[in-house]
């Protein structure tokens, strides 16, 4: 082995898993370990957790500790990135967590900390769909909407660490709002996420709207996917909204900070060209054409390992 070559070291916090991978320069993802975040051990004992998995990797894979440039951590929650501190994660029942400074004693090597969403979006750019493009916003479309701007390289996280929080954009007209997480209504989250999806689902059943929703037990994001497929009526009309307010967000985004690419990730996207086709229509629709030329929607190539190789990269792209 090369010991000339540097590594990064990715942590990607969950809250029943932590995710350590290693990095090559190249973003490329040469080694995972997996383990349990036991999170009711409280901050210390998960930050314990984490020191064991990430010196375990690095011995089970035989680099020298000399060789590790860098560590980075994604984490649900918000967070002050410049002082390294967790201020809230509701997923894991953190407040306050210096965590920069007491991964920094445990491990002797730099650490820089941003949330997940921001992360899996620096994944995406560094070495996955948005590799080579220096102008990029990244959606995860999961249990909420996560995202991530990139703006000539550089993550926008905002004087609040609220940059990219577009899954809280209020885009969702006023006859169709509905309560989000966050305290306020009409976010894209309430009708993009899997979450709105399946609770739209559920509510046009208790209507007793004619459809094949009706017939599953406990519905899922996928159902309404696979349903509307089928051409179900109302899984249709829950697909269309999502779409239709995720191309709306597109773009408002693009007179904002003008991408040259959106990566669309996370659990609702597998959906594939079915939704990304429609998302791409409305996108049309509403933006400007100087705003739209030569851009592209595409889907997210990482999957689950996009939070882990870019919160390798937060030492690179900060
Ligand atoms: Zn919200």
Not at 208 to 215: D, I, R, V
Not at 241 to 266: E, T
Not at 285 to 293: D, H, I, K, S
Request: hydrophobic residues 40%; negative net charge.
């Amino acid at each position: 082995m090369n010991l000339e070559r540097k590594f990064y070291i990715g942590i990607d916090l969950g809250g029943t898993s932590v995710k350590v991978g290693i990095c090559g320069e190249d973003g490329s993802l040469l080694a995972v370990y997996e383990g349990p975040t036991e999170a009711e051990k409280r901050a210390e004992g998960v930050l314990q957790n984490i020191e064991l998995y990430v010196r375990e990797l690095v011995s089970r894979e035989g680099y020298s500790w000399n060789q590790i440039a860098g560590i980075g951590a994604g984490i649900p929650g918000f967070l002050d990135f410049q002082a390294g501190l967790v201020k809230a994660s509701p997923n894991l029942g953190w407040r306050n967590v210096p965590v920069k400074e007491i991964l920094e004693a445990r491990l002797g090597k730099e650490v820089k900390i941003d949330n997940d969403a921001n992360a899996a979006a620096l994944g995406e750019v560094w070495s996955g769909a948005g590799a080579g493009i220096s102008n990029v916003v990244c959606y995860t479309l999961g249990t909420g909407v996560g995202g991530g701007i990139i703006v000539k390289n550089n993550l926008c996280q905002g004087f609040n660490g609220m940059g990219g929080e577009i899954g809280h954009m209020n885009v969702v007209a006023e006859n169709e709002a509905i309560a989000c997480g966050c305290g306020k209504t009409g976010c894209l989250e309430t009708v993009a996420s899997a979450t709105g999806m399946i609770y739209m689902a559920k509510e046009a059943v208790i209507r007793g709207e004619k459809t094949s929703l009706a017939l599953i037990r406990e519905i899922s994001a996928k159902d309404v996917l696979d349903e509307a497929k089928a051409g179900d009526p109302v899984s249709v009309q829950i697909v269309d909204r999502a779409a239709k307010y995720l191309g709306k967000s597109m773009a408002l985004l693009s007179i904002i900070v003008n991408p040259q690419r959106f990566v669309v990730g996370g659990g609702v996207a597998k959906a594939g060209s079915y939704l990304l086709d429609r998302i791409e229509g409305y996108y049309c629709e509403y933006a400007l054409e100087n705003a739209r030329e030569n851009v592209d929607i595409v889907p997210a190539i990482l999957g689950n390992n996009a939070g882990v190789v870019g919160a390798a990269g937060l030492h690179l792209y900060e």
